[in-house]
Structure formats: C-alpha cells, structure tokens
C-alpha cells in the first residue's frame, strides 16, 4: 500500500477513534478482509499488466510531451535578456557588441554597403522543376533546413545539378538564387554568416536602402551569372542606385570567401565594352566603389577545392571516413552518397574557379614551397596554455628539421608525399589509355567520370605519384575531362606575362588576379582581412580505393600520420583560416598589388588585417567573437569594428594599416614573380 | 464510517472513469478497485505487525500512483500519439490525390498555348498586405530584429501589444519614424506574396507567372513602407528611385522589352504617383524626363484599383471601424469596449492608424461631383436591381423582420450621404434635415481643450475635444463627401493637417494650373493627367457583385468615459427588404473594399478617349470578374473570387493579367468586359472632360 494512503487513513480514522464502537468495526473488518485481499491483489496485478504495454509508451510520450511544453513554456517566460545575464555571471560582462560600441563613439552611416557572398553561403530556390519537386516552388533548396535532402534525396539532387555540357540549367529546371539580405545572412537556421555584421551595421543606421546582398547562383561561372540572369547587370545597377541616392557616398564592397573572386570578375567586366562586359567606362570603380573588403579570400585559389573535385572529399570527410570506416561506402541503404555528391558538384562550374592558381610559383614545386618550415603546433601552443607549449617546442625544432612538401598537393603515398623529387618515379599519365569500364551497368544510376576511364586511367594517375598545383590541373583535364572542358572556357589558372596582351581581355582571365590588372582608381582601397591560427588544408596523400570500380577510385589516405610534420589523417595542414591558406588569402596584398605593380597599375592601396583565432571560451558564446574561421569570423567583433569604422567613412590608416600576425611576408618573399 | 470510506474511493475511482476510452474496462477495473481498496484500508495495522508484506505489496504501490497526472499524461501521450500518426500518414500521400482533380492553374494551360515570359512585370502591392520588419527599436523589442511586425504570423501582436502599436505609430507630427523606431518594408517577392502564412496575396499569380517563365530577373515586387505618404516613401527610403532604377533595369536586361506594372489596391495610386513623379524634374521628382513612361511601360494593370478613394477609409479615420468591427460589436456588445482587460483596442488602433498619412491617400476624392451630395448620388437606383440578378449574398434580401416595419415608402437611397447620424436622417430629402452650416460651425466651435489626466494612456485627438463639440457634429446630422472632409478637419486637425499637405481630393479646374505641379495632387486621378505616353494601355481589374461599404448611419457613443470614441456606427440601422441598409451600413456593388464607381470611374469615363486628364489618349480597358463564393471547402479562396484581395487567385484576372505580361495588347484579350452598371454610373456623373 501507498504511504501516503496510509497516512490519510489515519488522519480520517483519528476523530473516530474515540468512538469505541467505530473502532471494533475496524477491527471485526481487519479480520474479514485477508483472504479477499490476496484474490484481489492478483486480478489487480493481471489488470495492470494490460495497462502497462501500450498504455505505458502513451503515458511516457505523454509525460515527456508535458515536460517539454513545460520547459518551453518557462523557456518562453524568462526575459530575452537572461541568456546574457547567465553569460556574464560566469565570464564577467560581456563587451558591448561593436555596433553599439561605435553608436556610442558617433559613428553613423556614410558609404552604401554591398555584401557579396561566397559559395555554398547562399540561398537557392526552385522556380520550375519537375514532377517530382510538386509544391516546392519558391521554396529554398539549398540553404534553410535542407528538409528536402532527407525526404526525397535523389530529386534534390537532380534538381540542384546542372546541365552537363553548358552549365547552365538542365531543361524543365530552374534554380534561382534567393534576392535580398536573406540570400546569405542564415545559412541555417541559427547557423549566421552575415547576420551580425547586418546587425551591427543596423545599429549605426544601416538599413535596407543602405545595405544590400549581391546574391547571385554560385553554382554557375561568373559570366553566366551575368549571361542566365543579369546578375552582374543588377549589381552595377544597384551600385548606381546606392551612390546615387547617398548622396554620391561610394560604396564599400565586402566580399567573402568565393565572392571575392566574383567581386574581381565584377570589377573588371563593368569597365569592359557592352557585348562581353558591362559597359560602365573605365573609370566606373573609381566613381562608384570606396573600398573592397575582402574577407577571406581565396584569390589564388584553395587546394580543398583539388580534393573536392578529384574525389569528392576533404578534411571533413576524411575524418569521418576514418572513425566510422565503411559508413560513406555503404551499399547496403544504396546510397551512395560520396558518387551522387560528385556528380552534382561537378556540374558545378564555380567550383573550378577555386583550384589553385599561378601553378608552381605560387604554390612550389616538388621540392619547395613558399610555407616550408611552417608547423601548426607552434601557432597552436600561443592559444593553448604554456604546458603543453614546452612540449611543442621540442616538436617544432624536429619539424624544422623534416623537410614538408607542401608543393605536391597530391601525392600517391605518404613515403611519395616526404622522398626528395629525385626518388620519385614518375611515369607519365597523360597518354595513357583510358580502358573500358566494364562495370557500367551495375553501377546503378550514379554516373561519374571515373566510370568511363577504367582500370588503365585509374593506374596511370596512380603511377604519376606527385602533383603540383600546375600538373593537377593536368589530372584533371584527364580524369574530369568534360568537367574541365567547361571549365576552362571560364576560368583561367596561370601567370600573365604580358598583361597587355588582348588575349586577357578575355572573361576567362577576370577572375584570376594574376592574370588580370586591377581598375584604374587609385583612390580605391583593398583589404585583405582573413582568420590565422587553424590548421587549413595545403596538400593531400591520396591511395587508391581497395574497393571495385563503383567507387570513385581515389581517396584520401586516413592512415598517413607524421607526429613530427603537419600530415594528419592524410592531410597536410599549413596556417590559414580553416579552409583558405594564409599564402591564397593574403598574396596579393601583401606582395601581388603592393605598390605600383604591373598587376595594379593606379598603385590601389593595400591592407592585409588578420585576425588570430581563438576558439570560444565556452559554449553559450556561440561560435565566438574572436574567431578566425572560414565563416564563423563574419562574428568576429573586431572585424565587424573595422568594417564598420570603413563604412562610416574611415580610411586604412585610421585603422592602423596592416595588421599581421602570420608569415605572409616572409612566404610572399619566397615568391618569385614578376611584378 | 464505513460509508464515509466507500465515498473516498468513489472519489479515486472517478478520476478514471472520466477518461472516455474503453469503458468497460474501465468499469472492470473500478470494481476491482473497489474490491482492493476494501482490502487496503484496513491494512495500516497489519503493516505495523508484518513488515514483509510491504515488499509483497510494492507493485501495487507502482499502481497506485498512475491515477491522477498519469492519466492525464497517458491522454496527452495518446494523443499526440494519434496526432503524428496522421501527420506521418498525410505526408506518405501523394500530393495528387486520385480521384480529385485539381484544376489545372492558368499558367500551366497558357504555357501549353505557347506563352512564354515577353514583357518583364512589377508588382505594385497595396495598404497593408505588405510587409514590415524592424530595424531599429525600443528595449521592449529587444530580438526582433529584421523580424517581421506586420505580416507573418503576428505573433508579437499577442506578446506585447503595446509595444507593437508603439513600433508601427509613425511620429504624429512629422509622418516618419517616431525617434529611435526604424521600421521599413519588407522587401523582395516575399513582402507580399503571403500576407498571413496560408493566406496568399501575390503568390498564386507569382506562381502562374513563373510556369510561363518569369522568374526573379524578370519578375520585381516594388514593396514600399505603405504607412507613409507617397512622396515619404521617396524622402526616407528611396522607393520611387528604387522603382525607377529597377524598371529601366529590367527593361535593359529584357532585351528592351517594356514593362507591365500590375499594382493592387493602393499600389494603384501609388504608382499613379510615380508616374507622375518619375517624368518630374529632380528636386521633387525623379528627373526621367518627358518621355520615361513612354519608353519604359507597356501597360498598368490595375487591379482592385482605389482611384477615387473608399468611404471605408472614412469610417476608418473617423471612428477605427468598418463594416466587419460594426458587425463584431452587434454580436458581441461590450467586448471591444471592455475595460476589464485594459484593452480599448479601438481607441488604440486609431490612435496608431491616424499617424499613417497612407490611409488618408484613401478618402473619396471629387467630391459631390463623384461621390454625389445629399440629394443625389451616381449608384441610386440602379444598384438593388443588380443585386436581384447578380448576388445572392447580397444583405437586404436576408432581412425579412425588418421588411414587416415597412414605414417608409421605397425610395432610393441616398448613397451621396456617407455619413449621417441616426437613419432618418440619411433617408429624409435634404429640404427636411436641420443643416447648420457645417464648415464655420464647425471649424469655429468652440473647442476647449480638457485633456482628462485620470484616463489611462491611450492618446486619441478626440481626448481634446469636449462634449460640446460632438453634439455639434452630431447635429449637423449629414455629410456628403465634401463636408466630410471638413468634419475630419474638425475630429483630427493633427492627422488632416499632416497628411493634407500630401494628399489632396479636389478635382482640378484646370489642370494647367502649376500649382498641379506640387507632389499632393500626383494621386489623384483627377488633379492630374495622364503620361504622354499613347501607346501605353491602363487597364481597371476588379471584381463585381459584393456589397461593399457605401455610407454610415453613425450615433453619439453611449459611453460617457473618457478617452473612449465618441462616435460609433449605429449597427441597430437597419433597412428593409429593398434597403441596402443593414447594420449601419449602406452597400453598393464593388469587391468588399473598392465600390465600382472608385475602381471603374476613370478606365470608363474619366480617362476614356482623350480627354483632359488624358491628354494623349491612352488607351483604358475595364475588365470586371463577377464574384462567385468557392464551391467547396477544397477551393480555399475561390479561384472566380471577386473580393479586393482574393481576386489576386481568380483564375480568369490570372489568365489576363498573364497574357498581356506575354505581349497581348487589350483588344486581344477581348476589350472591354462589364457586368456592372460602372457605365451607367458615369453617365450620370456630371464631370467636365
């Protein structure tokens, strides 16, 4: 029996008790009952029994539902401001975010903005698609919750791939980007890109009209942007839109990530003549644009792009594929998912505007690079406590001692990755004969390139061993034949010799800032601001796939470890900001347009900022406001405060000019180019 | 006592007994129940002597507990159970249901004809159904920021009202943003495509467009701050020059293709107002020059088009009621004056919607010449006929106690008096209404100001206004769409006088007069003409066949507190059989919001051949959709609905608009297209060409 019936029953019996005659009652009961209560007892129990099957998950569902209203509901009630005031009780206060910093300061709104995004950041929706995608119109595809990729896998990518052959829309398909500031300010829910530096900029009086999001489809080359959707006509216009109603105030552009190729592209296709460009006379920057913000920008290129479009993989993937061995490979849900992830990505032209460019001066040689003597331990130990900094210490002279090739960005083998160029044997894959596949047909629906190249191909890319950023693109073209065909008709990898030569009024060249000079506006300012401090991918040891020829052939090699060099899990790591290197991001400001060189003839000035990563002290800060990531550095606070002095009218000395914590300029040295 | 036990297990046995599912094992196990607690009860003493019985016992003790919550939460789990259950289901059906057949939407069939995207199209939205979202607030609304205000799901509404009201109120003086408020449209084909989620403005027709082929490079919604006047709108945010940009952009990246402008309510003097504004020289306009309207639009297809204003706006400014919070109070007396909650939700609604200049762009313009006097007004007459053949929703024909009074003789109604206090009066021939001369008395009475400081916060210009000064108004009994304006003069000098110097209703004697050169006559259809631009075409789509609000029966509010409005519709005025009175209201044909005489006017008459306000001779067209109700619940809104705003998912309006974005000029899609008696309303509108 429950104690608290117990209880109550003797609380009720109390005043009866003095009743003598209740009392024999009980007790003439208390005789009667025993054998009634087991027979009793056992029925019950049998009831019980069916009770508590069904009944029992209902109740826990229930019960759980209840808590959770319960939590929300108190979650709902407490002040929007608790959250903040639990943050200060265990970190001390918080400091004003650098919007109202600034407001306090007078700072207000000068310069229109425009935010151009990088790729993946932005929001796609679905225009036109077919049976399958009913009732997703207008509906965000890529961005937003991917609710889609889950219920109905095989559609969303087809929906999200391109043609082929032109890059463009495949028929029955239209994709297009999502306009406005929401293109890019949440790429998920809750995960922000642009949305503090929109709310920080909001808070000196930035707003719509001041501020916009060039969005564009980063799927698809620049120039197709401009050729499918008049991209590039929109954002000229919406420029002069901006300048004109501010007053004539320029404006700053803050390009992030890939958009910062594209602002590049942009720049030089606004003072090109109409039929390829866009007609704005060659003094249309110098009229219309103050700064160019460049936030982390891969200018030369990054070598994750390499790995993504030669196997489909990165750092990330890698990783998991070596804690959960055999996960990606799964047959058994026929999924597939590294083969469907390739061909979509390959139809994505974009992608190639990221390889690395300026081929072995930039990025070395077999035998050199311009990061060599680099280890992320030693940035590692300034973050870290000192403890483990003494330990380092003794890892970093060893590593200075081991030589890195940092320069073949693809080797076959770890023993490849670290033998002197003289020891490699490398046999020469461009003639070789691509076999027949035999497989073709029990390879499902996926469709690669690899399929087509067989067993021949595949050995021949294998037996070449070591690839450097120039004879990469030389593999490609071999095992990504259609995809580089595109490509190429867009992008541009190499050094210019002669800048005026016509050839380079081509579209193919704009975006590659070694190939292409900068606009005559010697007013304009350009800023380098990127995250150092987190290992970032430079090079990769690659195997072949054990397994048969569904598989893409190539992956990355999990098992090559070196405690004394950067290689982890088959991955060469030098300093960067999590996925572009310090040498892509910070080049060409720190040597490539520095002064009055070829590649800047109006002698533009340059800025580098960089920012040291460090991680967020705990979690209710979020990603943090000191981070140097890749994209979580648009939190950066004292990001935000440059931007935000640069807009409401500042210059590059007023923030302090360069702001350099890596080895830019000892690596830019080692760079020989004409400049 | 052995009574008083057997009740206490009632009392625990009916706990279950209330849950509703499987009663007979319930009833089962209560009898076991029964029989156990006969058995418990007298084991407290057996307890104390054997210790190890307990352990015996221990799972009823597990028993004992599910009664009361468990259950409760044993129903919660069951349901919410059940509800994913069918949620899960739903999903797993096929979006097409077999043997339902979704009729195919305009678009798909016109692709299937060859239509595809010509012409580049611009979205002009109206009053309200636009977004705004915040960007700069009070403390109070802190986490709202770039969050949407208005549109959405207004959530914030129920939240904290008050600091809702306080973000949307613009500054009373100047009609911009209160100091530290900064709320700004939405913008993007989101601003309007959904006004409510589920409850689609544009989205049916973006929809359509897209099938042909429009996407967002050939598609623009021009969304605007709709709280403030037009030329504010430019002043503080730039949206004329943004308009202007984006139209010759689209032009120039069409391939030089004209655009089709598509605006929607108050979109529609809106745009009338960029037209204007756009060909004016810059400091006040933007500088396009004489022929930008020429070179740049095809056509303007108005929709549901407001050209001559809406007495709702009135009743809007006048009393923060229409038709629909007339018909609340009827059912439920009491409720929206309830001080229990504090709410005054009225008084507070007026108070903010008199700081949007916007509403006042909505007041009948023309006058007595249009909107007629006391004596005489364009719709008399014809209107109840139509009624009879057209509309079966129409009201009158509904009220059959009322057509027992039968004390009046049937005569026409008289439309011409939008406002009259009690119904006699809005019945009388003119000769037998006491009028003072409204304007001097009015403007001239005697206005004390008692601001009452006992009353609560709610701040509406009738708190400095005394009793006096409403029995005044009162007394003057009607007002014809003239001396309306004058009686708003009077209740909100502040609001009039602001919005006045922004908005004007008159109509122009002389159009060649320069002082028509100022931005306040630009909305106005009849202050102003019409671009040089002859081979524009201006259409007028709008739905027939609902009766929409024509003029009040108001009376004195019984309530005597403060702060309170002292004027309400009078919802006991109803007419009989053949009356279009009916709760205080005079109907009219029209689309809810828009009577025809408005939308129609200037496409039929006004602006027909060349006339003075259209000096080039555009070319007008007036397409009208006769209302017809959903069939069934599946439809929605109706794909033949004629209502201002649900219009925007009439099938044959989609189809229209559709083709003339794809190249067709009005004459192909058949002309003129009339079930109203728009024409012969403005035969009888004396108005000099």
């Not at chain 1, 889609?148 to 082929?164: A, F, Q």
């Not at chain 1, 007053?247 to 590049?264: D, Q, R, T």
């Not at chain 2, 349901?79 to 069918?86: F, I, M, P, V």
């Not at chain 2, 009220?399 to 026409?412: L, V």
Request: proline share 6%; net charge neutral; with cysteine.
């Amino acid at each position: 029996m429950s104690l608290i019936r117990r209880r109550k029953q003797n609380e009720t019996s109390r005043p009866t008790r003095s009743d003598p005659s209740s009392i024999d009652k009980e007790d003439d009961n208390k005789k009667k009952i025993p054998a009634k209560d087991q027979n009793a007892e056992e029925i019950a129990l049998k009831k019980l029994r069916k009770w508590s099957c069904i009944d029992s998950c209902c109740w826990l569902i229930g019960s759980i539902c209840v808590t959770w209203w319960f939590l929300l509901f108190l979650y709902n009630a407490i002040p929007a401001s608790f959250n903040q005031y639990v943050t200060e009780a265990i970190t001390g206060p918080v400091p004003d975010p650098p919007g109202v910093k600034l407001k306090k300061e007078g700072l207000t709104v000068k310069h229109p903005v425009v935010f151009v995004p990088g790729i993946v950041t932005g929001g796609l929706e679905l225009w036109e698609g077919h049976q399958c995608a009913e009732g997703l119109f207008r509906k965000r595809l890529w961005g937003g919750t991917f609710g889609e990729v889950y219920k109905r896998p095989l559609c969303w990518v087809e929906h999200m791939s391109l043609d082929n052959e032109t890059g463009l829309d495949p028929s029955g398909i239209r994709v297009r980007p999502v306009s406005g500031l929401v293109a890019a300010d949440y790429f998920a829910p809750g995960y922000f890109v642009w949305a503090v530096l929109i709310a920080n900029l909001a808070r000196i009086g930035y707003e719509e009209k001041t501020m916009s999001m060039a969005a564009y489809d980063w799927r698809i080359s620049f120039q197709n942007t401009e050729v499918r959707d008049q991209t590039l006509s929109r954002i000229k216009s919406n420029i002069e839109l901006m300048v004109a109603t501010n007053g004539g105030n320029k404006a700053v552009i803050i390009p992030h990530s890939m958009g910062v190729l594209y602002f590049l592209h942009f720049m030089k296709w606004v003072e090109a003549p109409a039929p390829m460009g866009g007609g704005g006379g060659p003094d249309w920057c110098a009229k219309h644009i103050k700064t160019v913000m460049n936030i982390g920008g891969p200018f030369l290129g990054v070598p994750k792009a390499v790995g993504g479009l030669f196997s489909a993989e990165a750092k990330d993937i890698a990783v998991i594929r070596a804690t959960a061995p055999g996960f990606l490979d799964n047959d058994i849900f026929r999924l597939q998912t590294l083969q469907h992830v390739m061909r979509m990505t390959r139809t994505w032209d974009s992608t190639m505007s990221m390889l690395p460019k300026g081929g072995d001066t930039i990025w070395g040689g077999l035998d050199w690079s311009p990061e060599e003597g680099y280890t992320p331990s030693k940035r590692k130990q300034r973050n870290n406590d000192t403890q483990i900094a003494n330990e380092d210490e003794s890892e970093v002279v060893a590593s200075q001692r081991k030589h890195v090739n940092f320069g073949r960005i693809i080797s076959f083998g770890k023993d490849i990755a670290e033998a002197p160029s003289s020891q490699i044997d490398m046999i020469d894959f461009r003639g070789a004969v691509k076999g027949n596949s035999v497989a073709n047909n029990t390879c499902r629906d996926v469709w690669t390139e690899y399929h087509e190249m067989g067993y021949e191909g595949i050995k021949a890319v294998a037996e070449y061993k070591a690839y450097t950023a120039e004879s990469i693109l030389d593999l490609l073209h071999f095992v990504a034949p259609k995809l580089m065909a595109r490509g190429s008709a867009h992008f541009s990898y190499g050094i210019a010799d002669n800048l005026d030569d016509p050839k380079y009024r081509h579209y193919k060249y704009w975006s590659n800032p070694l190939e292409t000079t900068l606009p005559n506006a010697p007013d304009m300012e350009i800023f380098s601001m990127y995250g150092v401090g987190i290992p970032t991918e430079r090079a990769y040891v690659y195997k072949l796939t054990p397994s048969a020829d569904c598989y893409i052939p190539f992956q990355i090699d999990t098992s090559a470890d070196d405690d004394d060099t950067p290689l982890k899990d088959g991955v060469y790591a030098v300093d960067g900001d999590e996925t572009v290197p310090v040498l892509s991001a910070g080049f060409m400001c720190a040597k490539g347009w520095r002064g009055k060189t070829r590649f800047n003839p109006s002698g533009i000035r340059t800025y580098l900022r960089e920012y040291e990563h460090s991680p967020p002290a705990n979690l209710l800060e979020g990603r943090g406001t000191q981070s140097g990531a890749h994209v979580d550095i648009m939190g950066n606070f004292q990001l935000i405060e440059d931007i935000i002095r640069v807009a409401a009218g500042a210059r590059g000395e007023d923030l302090g000019g360069d702001q350099v914590h890596s080895d830019i300029f000892k690596m830019s040295e080692k760079i020989n180019l004409q400049l | 006592m052995a009574s008083i036990l057997r009740f206490r297990k009632l009392c625990y046995a009916v706990p279950l007994k209330l849950q509703s599912f499987e009663f007979s094992k319930v009833d089962q196990k209560q009898k076991l129940d029964k029989k156990e607690e006969d058995a418990n009860v007298f084991l407290p003493a057996q307890d104390l002597l054997e210790v190890d019985d307990q352990k015996k016992k221990y799972p009823k003790k597990q028993q004992r507990k599910w009664r009361c919550i468990d259950s409760c939460c044993w129903a919660i789990g069951y349901l919410c159970t059940t509800w994913w259950l069918l949620f899960f289901l739903y999903h797993c059906f096929p979006a097409t249901m077999p043997g339902f057949q979704v009729p195919e939407s305009p678009g798909v069939r016109l692709k299937r004809d060859g239509l595809t995207a010509l012409h580049p199209v611009v979205l002009v939205p109206g009053i309200v159904t636009g977004g705004l979202e915040l960007w700069e607030g009070r403390p109070c609304s802190e986490g709202l920021f770039r969050k949407r205000l208005w549109g959405g799901s207004f959530t914030e509404i129920f939240k904290r009202p008050l600091c809702w009201l306080e973000h949307l109120s613009l500054h009373h003086e100047t009609g911009l943003d209160p100091p530290g408020i900064r709320v700004r449209a939405v913008p993007g084909l989101v601003a309007a495509d959904y006004f409510a989620p589920g409850y689609f403005v544009w989205a049916v027709l973006i929809e359509n467009l897209a099938k042909i082929g429009y996407e967002g490079k050939n598609l623009y919604m021009a969304s605007y701050d709709w709280r403030l006047s037009f030329q504010n709108t430019e002043i503080r945010d730039q949206a004329l020059s943004r308009l202007k940009s984006k139209i010759e952009l689209l032009y120039v990246t069409n391939g030089y293709k004209k655009v089709v402008v598509v605006p929607h309510s108050m979109g529609v003097i809106y745009f009338l107002h960029f037209l204007k504004w756009v060909e004016t020289p810059p400091p006040m306009g933007g500088g396009g020059g004489p022929g930008w309207c020429a070179k740049h639009i095809k056509s303007v297809v108005n929709i549901g088009p407001a050209f001559l204003g809406v007495p709702k706006a009135v009743s809007s400014i006048f009393s923060a009621e229409g038709k629909d919070v007339a018909y609340l109070r009827a059912m439920a007396p009491g409720l929206l004056d309830s001080e229990i909650l504090g709410l005054q939700t009225l008084e507070h609604v007026l108070r903010v919607s008199r700081t949007w200049d916007s509403v006042v762009s909505l007041l009948p313009k023309g006058g007595e010449t249009i909107w007629g006097d006391l004596d005489w007004s364009p719709e008399e007459g014809h209107a109840c006929q139509l009624v009879k053949k057209g509309n079966f929703q129409c009201s009158p024909n509904d009220n059959y106690t009322d057509a027992m009074r039968g004390f009046q003789i049937k005569e026409t109604e008289k439309y011409g008096r939008i406002i009259s206090f009690g119904k006699e009066e809005s019945q009388l021939p003119s000769s037998q209404i006491p009028i003072l001369n409204s304007k001097q008395e009015l403007l001239h009475g005697s206005a004390t100001e008692t601001v009452n400081s006992s009353c609560r916060g709610v701040w509406t210009e009738y708190d400095e206004m005394d009793r006096e000064s409403f029995r005044k108004i009162a007394e003057n009994k009607v007002y014809t769409s003239k001396t309306i304006l004058d009686l708003l003069r009077f209740v909100a000098p502040k609001t009039m006088q602001r919005a006045e110097t922004h908005f004007s209703h008159g109509i122009a004697d002389n159009l060649d007069d320069p002082k028509y050169e100022h931005y306040k006559y630009w909305s106005n259809p009849l202050e102003t003409k019409l671009p040089d631009a002859p081979d524009m075409e201006i259409y007028c789509l709008y739905g027939v066949g609902i009766p929409t609000e024509r003029s009040y029966v108001y009376k004195l509010s019984p309530n005597d507190k403060c702060k309170s409005i002292p004027f309400r519709i009078d919802t006991s005025a109803d007419g009989d059989q053949n009356s279009r009175l009916k709760g205080g209201v005079y109907f009219v044909d029209g689309d809810e919001s828009v009577p025809v005489l408005s939308a129609g006017f200037m496409c039929a008459k006004g602006w027909r051949g060349r006339t003075r306000f259209n000096p080039s001779g555009t070319v007008t067209f007036i397409r009208e959709y006769q209302h017809k109700p959903p069939a069934s619940l599946l439809e929605g809104r109706g794909l033949e609905s004629g209502a201002h705003v649900d219009i925007m998912g009439n099938v044959a309006l989609i189809e229209d608009v559709l083709r003339v974005a794809a190249g067709a000029s009005g004459s192909e899609i058949g002309g003129d297209r009339i079930y109203s008696d728009i024409l012969r309303m403005s035969e009888r509108i004396n108005l000099r060409l």
